[in-house]
Every structure is written in structure tokens, then in C-alpha cells.
């Protein structure tokens, strides 16, 4: 199946919409899949709201997302005469009319039909206008919309996702397929372009299915072969409305740059709406290609949920070598550092950080959120956890010897730093929870994080002896811990 061509036509009149991205998706892993082409169309004949910002952006996101496009992308405004030329030959195999019907004169027409009652779609009444007569009037200067001439027949296809879909003819109007100031529409150029492009296989969203019946008429009205069609259900809101930009961040630009990774995104949104046909809720960019077919889509619009996707993404962050995650927290780091958030000699500490709480965070910027005790004192100690791990008035105590024990280790390892917790829960004859809360309380302020000697041993010696004396005095000058609310 290498002759499989698919294409992705973005329109540069907005960035790309998450909803996009998944219809490149799509195409893209399907080409993938059956060793065929995945091409760019860019429809950028609506010249007042095209820009080359939006372009630039369609484009650096589909290459974020890994869907490398293998040939130079083609570009819809530069074909126009083309377009003509396919209405021109519609023309002359009687497969479309000029129409001189003004806006006003079919307006009336459409409501006269509809106050008698009239139900099926539009027929122009120039259709069966004489061709000689047709001529004269053009080359009078009369104004003219040039009209598919729709056939008697039903339009039968077999949808991808949908299965065997049939549209009446008599609901399909006689479309225009070349405007009065000579442009051509978007059917005409979808048509050819597609044809041109030798595309085989169109997956794009349900909202162009009414749009499908009136190009495949034209592909048989010129002798073409049309392409097969598969239409993907939109994706919902929370609230099962169409997605748009009032259930958050709606550009791929936009979630980018809050944090999500692009194999994140690959991932979450194939699988919205498709499934591999198993349990599997992360799969990689090779898992997607070699298992990817439109028979895994569901006929029902998905539910886009951004927690899911928050968890997605943590997923694949806890997967990335560490020197990645530290590439792409270096500037923020540094941000951080120039505002005077964070020391500037805390640098050191954000590899072990960074190796600490990947597993443990949605975003990259979560470790520098979260982990702020890497890189400076704790400034608080979380109230609620305070109350209940710090109430025995021995606490102190403990940590007082705590960090003489702990000073007096040589090597500072995970090993030797539980085994002093251990040995001296027993001399206590406490069980060792009750020293090792008011330690993570103490060095990081917070009552859940990493593993707790995996996190002594990354602080270092020197910074749990000093928080461990912090906390310790800090008790006995505030007295109880409800006071630390305070």
C-alpha cells in the first residue's frame, strides 16, 4: 500500500487548534502505518484573514509533534487557474451551468419553496437553460454563479468510520462551484487539489460530511476517481459542547508552552477518540504507527479532558532521560535566579532534583514549583501536617539528635542514613514514622515528596543537620504546632 497518499490542509487563518492537530494525527499514522506519503495542503485562499504568522505557527507545531510531511507543502491560492479550468470543463461535459440568478432573485426563490411547503434542496431554473443561450448572456455581461448540475441519483459511499452512508439527491443542492467574481469554491478546489496531489485517503473531521456527497459528484462529473473518505467525530468539552478556547488553552502553541511535551500530545489526543483495541492509555509514537487504522475509531465524539492529559504528560516526563528535562528547565531556572526567586548558586542542586521528582510532577516547571527546597531554606511547614507529626513534645529532641547522629556519619547514603532512623527508633522504642515525619518536615517542609533517604542523600549532610536544628528550635521557641499556622 505504498501508493497511499494523505494530506493534512490547515487553513493559516488562526493557530492549530488542538482539534487540528489531532486531524494531522490521524492522517499522519495512517500514512505511517501503510508505508505511504502524509503531505500539506495550505488553503490560504481567504487572503483578508490569512497570515504568516498563522502559516509559521501550523507549521512549526505539526513539526513539534513529530509529523514530518515528505513533500513540499502545496499551496491552494497559486492554483487558481487551474480551478477555473475544472469549472470550465464542467461546463462543457453538462455537468454544471452559469447561474444569473442574483443573491436577492435565489433568496426569494429558496423562501417561496418554503412558504409552499417545499422541502428538497435548492434547483436553480437556469439548469436546463439552452448552452447558446447560456453564451449570449455571458458575453452580454450578464453576471453569472456557475452551479453543479445535481443528478437524480443518491450518493453512496463507504465511510471509514461511519460505514455505508447514502444522501438523497433531493437534498443536495445545486452548489455553486464558481462564485460572480470568478472565484472558485471551496468543493472545486478541494477537488482538484486533492486529484493533483494524487491523495487517496481524506480522514478529516465530521464537519466536512456534508461537504463529502458534493465532491465526489464532481470527481465523477470529471471522470476522476475519488479518494476514500473517513469522518472523525469532533471533540467535546466538558460541558459536550464543541471544544473551543472557553475550555482552556485551544492552540498547540498554547500548551507547549505551558509545559506539555509533544510525545504527550501525540499520545493523548491519537487516543481520543481511537483506541488500540486494548487497555493501554500511553503508547509512543512507533506503538501508534504500528497498530494506527481508522477501523479504531469511535463513531462517538470523545470528551476532552485536560486532567487526563495532565496525567499523560507526567507520564511521558517521568520517561525522559534527565538531561533533557534539565535542558528545558535551564532558562527557567535562570529566570528564576534573575528575579530573585531563587539563589543564584542554587544550580547545583537542580540534577538531583530533577532526578527526584520527574516521576512525581505533570510539568517540568512542577520540580522547580514544588521542589523549591532543593535550591533554598523551607520558608513554612505545612500546618496540617505539622499538627499531627510534630505534637509529641519529645520531637525536638529527637532532631536535636537526629542531626548530631546524622553529622557524624563519614558517607551520607541512602544506606547509613536509614540506619541511623532505624537504630534510633529502637533506643526510643517508637516506631520509625515518628521520626521520620518531623525529618521530611524538617528538611523540605512539605509531608509527602520522594523517597525520604533518596532525599537526604541529595540535600546533603550539611543542609539536613542545619534544617533538622531549624526545626528542632523552632519548636521549642513557638511551643505546640498550632502555632505554626499562626
Known amino acids: 500500500m505504498s501508493n497511499v497518499r494523505l494530506r493534512f490542509a490547515p487553513s493559516p487563518t488562526g493557530f492549530l487548534h488542538i482539534g487540528g492537530a489531532r486531524t494531522a494525527i490521524f492522517n499522519y499514522l495512517l500514512a505511517r502505518k501503510t508505508g505511504g506519503s502524509f503531505l500539506l495542503r495550505i488553503e490560504d485562499t481567504d487572503k483578508q484573514r490569512s497570515k504568516q504568522e498563522y502559516e509559521d505557527d501550523i507549521l512549526d507545531a505539526i513539526r513539534w509533534l513529530g509529523l514530518e510531511w515528505d513533500e513540499e507543502p502545496l499551496r491552494q491560492s497559486k492554483r487558481k487557474t487551474f480551478h477555473q479550468e475544472m469549472v470550465d470543463e464542467l461546463i462543457e461535459r453538462r455537468k454544471a451551468f452559469r447561474c444569473f440568478l442574483t443573491p436577492e432573485e435565489t433568496q426569494k426563490l429558496k423562501q417561496e419553496r418554503e412558504a409552499m411547503g417545499i422541502h428538497t434542496a435548492f434547483r436553480s431554473p437556469y439548469r436546463d437553460i439552452d448552452p447558446e443561450e447560456s453564451e449570449e448572456k455571458m458575453i452580454a455581461g450578464k453576471p453569472f454563479a456557475v452551479r453543479f448540475y445535481v443528478p437524480d441519483e443518491p450518493v453512496v459511499y463507504i465511510d471509514g468510520v461511519h460505514g455505508k452512508v447514502e444522501i438523497p439527491a433531493d ?74 478556547k472557553r475550555h482552556g488553552a485551544a492552540a498547540v502553541t498554547e500548551y507547549r508552552e505551558k509545559g506539555y511535551l509533544p510525545e504527550a500530545i501525540l499520545s493523548f489526543m491519537a487516543m481520543l477518540g481511537w483506541s488500540p483495541g ?145 537504630v534510633y527508633s529502637e533506643e526510643l522504642e517508637v516506631g520509625a514514622g515518628n521520626l521520620i515525619h518531623p525529618i521530611r518536615l524538617a528538611v523540605s517542609g512539605q509531608p509527602s515528596g ?8 541529595g540535600l546533603g549532610k550539611e543542609t539536613v543537620v542545619r534544617r533538622l536544628k531549624w526545626l528542632a528550635e523552632f519548636l521549642r521557641e513557638k511551643g505546640t504546632p498550632p502555632d505554626l499556622e499562626e
Open 450 to 457: 520522594p523517597g525520604l533517604f533518596e532525599l537526604l542523600e
Open 171 to 244: 437534498s443536495i443542492e445545486d452548489f455553486v462551484l464558481l462564485r460572480t467574481d470568478g472565484t472558485p469554491t471551496y468543493q472545486v478546489a478541494v477537488v482538484g487539489d486533492d486529484y493533483e496531489m494524487g491523495i487517496t485517503h481524506v480522514v478529516r473531521g465530521d464537519d466536512h460530511i456534508s461537504n463529502t456527497p458534493k465532491q465526489i459528484l464532481i470527481y465523477k462529473a470529471l471522470g476522476w476517481t475519488a479518494p476514500e473518505f473517513a469522518h472523525v467525530p469532533l471533540i467535546l468539552g466538558p460541558d459536550k459542547k464543541r471544544l473551543s
Open 278 to 422: 486494548d487497555d493501554r492509555e500511553l503508547m509512543t509514537h512507533d506503538e501508534l504507527v504500528e497498530v494506527f487504522t481508522t477501523e479504531g475509531i469511535n463513531k462517538r465524539s470523545a470528551v476532552f479532558d485536560e486532567r487526563k492529559l495532565e496525567w499523560v504528560n507526567g507520564q511521558f516526563l517521568s520517561m525522559r532521560e534527565d538531561d533533557d528535562i534539565l535542558e528545558m528547565l535551564k532558562q527557567p531556572f535562570a529566570d528564576r535566579v534573575a528575579d530573585g526567586r531563587l539563589p543564584a548558586g542554587a544550580a547545583k542542586m537542580l540534577p538531583i532534583a530533577i532526578h527526584l521528582l520527574k516521576s512525581r510532577s505533570h510539568f517540568p516547571a512542577d520540580i522547580l514549583d514544588r521542589g523549591d527546597y532543593f535550591f533554598k531554606e523551607p520558608e513554612t511547614v505545612d500546618a496540617k501536617a505539622a499538627k499531627k507529626r510534630l505534637k509529641d513534645p519529645e520531637t525536638p529532641a529527637w532532631l536535636d539528635e537526629l542531626a548530631s547522629r546524622y553529622n557524624a556519619i563519614d558517607e551520607f547514603t541512602v544506606e547509613t542514613t536509614e540506619q541511623v532512623i532505624r
